[in-house]
T-cell receptor, first 116, second 114 residues
């Protein structure tokens, strides 16, 4: 149990376009989902926390207008990278938790974004 | 500042050997400490989770220890296998604003050679 999927696994896009990444909890309801970014040989950096039906909470330094997060249901959260630029190229990972007072986050397999 | 530091940055061992990875943290208020395994190009997978009162926890060939007084943890891998080649990430959780917020270490890259 506690499987989290992401789609797509890899995406290549042109500079200036927008890219949407989906994160789904397959066998549980995720009241809270998290989005992380990971650059090569670095650790995961939390971008934002989202709860179903409410606005996401962004970490300091993360542009909320550039990284749009929607948590429309208890099993789906989306991250849209708007007007992507080469510096947005990274590995994006989501995680999901069953409740607000979290004792376990289940991670998705990640999405590799390359912006040309 | 809440930080998690891991050592060594990278490690190469021969198949069948044991190894120990270290994690030091300065995180407050401490909630729990987790070790994750992350294969290249994949998301992290949980190995162990320990609360303040737990000193050791095992998961197969993986054994984690926690010293909450010195704020140190270790992950011991026994009888390493080629499939153990991955990054091992120490993550400390603090309870803040109604959530458990995860503070990630940079990871130790382990390579197991035949």
């Amino acid at each position: 149990g506690a499987v989290v999927s992401q789609h797509p696994s890899r995406v290549i896009c042109k500079s200036g376009t927008s890219v949407k990444i989906e994160c789904r909890s397959l066998d549980f309801q995720a009241t809270t989902m998290f989005w992380y970014r990971q650059f090569p040989k670095q650790s995961l950096m939390l971008m934002a926390t989202s709860n179903e039906g409410s606005k996401a909470t962004y970490e300091q330094g993360v542009e909320k207008d550039k990284f749009l997060i929607n948590h429309a249901s208890l099993t789906l959260s989306t991250l849209t990278v708007t007007s992507a630029h080469p510096e947005d190229s990274s590995f994006y990972i989501c995680s999901a938790s069953r409740d607000r007072v979290i004792d376990e986050q289940f991670f998705g397999p990640g999405t590799r974004l390359t912006v040309l | 500042k809440n930080q998690v530091e891991q050592s060594p940055q990278s490690l190469i061992i021969l198949e069948g050997k044991n190894c120990t990875l270290q994690c030091n943290y300065t995180v407050s208020p401490f909630s729990n400490l987790r070790w994750y395994k992350q294969d290249t190009g994949r998301g992290p997978v949980s190995l162990t989770i320990m609360t303040f009162s737990e000193n050791t926890k095992s998961n197969g060939r993986y054994t984690a220890t926690l010293d909450a007084d010195t704020k140190q943890s270790s992950l011991h891998i026994t009888a390493s296998q080629l499939s153990d080649s991955a990054s091992y990430i120490c993550v400390v959780s603090l309870f803040s604003g109604g959530y458990n917020k995860l503070i990630f270490g940079a990871g130790t890259r382990l390579a197991v050679h035949p």
